[in-house]
């Protein structure tokens, strides 16, 4: 059985859905502060708070799974706005499931991190799996400590808890909450919806996005991934597509002339943005179990937009 703490969020939402056609819909426990806004009723779902070790002791007895992924965390934006509760949830959170996986001998744990532990003198293009890292964001700080955790669990202990650097994240079915790459997401409603965006970063803003399709299946290719393989234990580097606010609007414009794309100044999350790479060299995970993202920015693109017409 597996349980998911933090199932609510934009990866949380389709990982849980792969999981449950990979293993069986009774064998996949979702879970998170409150519920969600659609549940099916063949789907098992508990409320729980991740910071109170007591109630996910409880969980985890009562299921007994053999893997938890460890999703719940407080993104970049909206960690710069309460900056204490980011660091509380997102490193006691993860501080209380590494202590229990140990206490209850689960085998496997998966726990996200984030290009985000990056900052501004780690090298801008193809950022290596070890280099300079001096995030800037309290997200950031939070994933690099949670990283140190990670590898630290596995060194001492041997406990097999595997993460990835995710890059942003696109995806239709679940809008982001809270961070700095959700432009990348708002501009495809926005288009749909009025034919206009106004991208809160520049232009020139290129980041590492992966569309979520690659991302889920990269992630359950790393946890399928047999554990002498691996040289990573504190999170690996994953890329994607790089792009731009402009290359993703002119990409838009293919299919939607009449798209029409503005810029707005100021926004705080330009200086996120700007701490963190343009691109990412994820060669360790392609070494290591394979991986290869099949999504590049048109196809990407396309699929959001088919997707969008008939969900929105
Ligand atoms: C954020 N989507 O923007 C997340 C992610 C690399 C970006 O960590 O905070």
Same mark, same amino acid.
């Given at each position: 059985?597996?349980?998911?703490?933090?199932?609510?969020?934009?990866?949380?939402?389709?990982?849980?859905?792969?999981?449950?056609?990979?293993?069986?819909?009774?064998?996949?426990?979702?879970?998170?502060?409150?519920?969600?806004?659609?549940?099916?009723?063949?789907?098992?779902?508990?409320?729980?708070?991740?910071?109170?070790?007591?109630?996910?002791?409880?969980?985890?007895?009562?299921?007994?799974?053999?893997?938890?992924?460890?999703?719940?965390?407080?993104?970049?934006?909206?960690?710069?706005?309460?900056?204490?509760?980011?660091?509380?949830?997102?490193?006691?959170?993860?501080?209380?499931?590494?202590?229990?996986?140990?206490?209850?001998?689960?085998?496997?744990?998966?726990?996200? &991190? !984030?290009?985000?532990?990056? $900052?501004?003198?780690?090298?801008?293009? /193809?950022? =290596? #799996?070890?280099?300079?890292?001096?995030?800037?964001?309290?997200?950031?700080?939070?994933?690099?400590?949670?990283?140190?955790?990670?590898?630290?669990?596995?060194?001492?202990?041997?406990?097999?808890?595997?993460?990835?650097?995710?890059?942003?994240?696109?995806?239709?079915?679940?809008?982001?909450?809270?961070?700095?790459?959700?432009?990348?997401?708002?501009?495809?409603?926005?288009?749909?919806?009025?034919?206009?965006?106004?991208?809160?970063?520049?232009?020139?803003?290129?980041?590492?996005?992966?569309?979520?399709?690659?991302?889920?299946?990269?992630?359950?290719?790393?946890?399928?991934?047999?554990?002498?393989?691996?040289?990573?234990? &504190? !999170?690996?580097?994953?890329? $994607?597509?790089?792009?731009?606010?402009? /290359?993703? =609007? #002119?990409?838009?414009?293919?299919?939607?002339?009449?798209?029409?794309?503005?810029?707005?100044?100021?926004?705080?999350?330009?200086?996120?943005?700007?701490?963190?790479?343009?691109?990412?060299?994820?060669?360790?995970?392609?070494?290591?179990?394979?991986?290869?993202?099949?999504?590049?920015?048109?196809?990407?693109?396309?699929?959001?937009?088919?997707?969008?017409?008939?969900?929105?």
């Amino acid at each position: 059985r597996i349980i998911m703490i933090g199932a609510n969020g934009q990866i949380g939402t389709e990982l849980a859905v792969a999981l449950r056609q990979k293993f069986g819909k009774e064998h996949v426990i979702t879970s998170d502060i409150r519920e969600p806004a659609v549940l099916k009723d063949d789907e098992i779902f508990e409320t729980v708070n991740v910071l109170d070790k007591q109630a996910v002791r409880s969980l985890l007895e009562k299921y007994q799974p053999t893997q938890i992924y460890l999703l719940a965390a407080m993104l970049s934006a909206t960690g710069e706005q309460y900056p204490q509760k980011a660091w509380d949830l997102n490193m006691n959170g993860l501080l209380n499931i590494l202590d229990l996986a140990l206490e209850l001998d689960i085998k496997k744990i998966f726990w996200p &991190s !984030s290009i985000a532990v990056f $900052g501004p003198h780690s090298p801008k293009k /193809q950022t =290596g #799996q070890y280099c300079i890292m001096d995030p800037t964001s309290i997200y950031g700080i939070s994933k690099l400590a949670g990283e140190r955790l990670c590898e630290y669990y596995h060194q001492k202990y041997g406990l097999d808890v595997r993460s990835i650097r995710y890059p942003g994240i696109i995806s239709w079915k679940t809008a982001p909450g809270g961070g700095t790459t959700d432009y990348a997401v708002h501009i495809f409603f926005e288009a749909l919806k009025h034919g206009k965006y106004a991208s809160f970063l520049s232009a020139s803003t290129e980041l590492p996005m992966l569309y979520m399709e690659d991302a889920v299946r990269g992630t359950l290719e790393l946890m399928d991934a047999p554990a002498e393989q691996l040289r990573i234990r &504190s !999170s690996y580097n994953l890329g $994607g597509i790089s792009f731009t606010p402009a /290359q993703i =609007g #002119q990409e838009i414009k293919k299919i939607l002339p009449n798209f029409e794309l503005s810029y707005v100044d100021n926004d705080p999350r330009q200086a996120i943005a700007d701490s963190w790479p343009a691109s990412i060299d994820d060669s360790y995970a392609r070494e290591d179990w394979n991986w290869e993202p099949t999504f590049d920015l048109e196809a990407m693109t396309k699929d959001m937009i088919e997707n969008l017409k008939t969900n929105l």
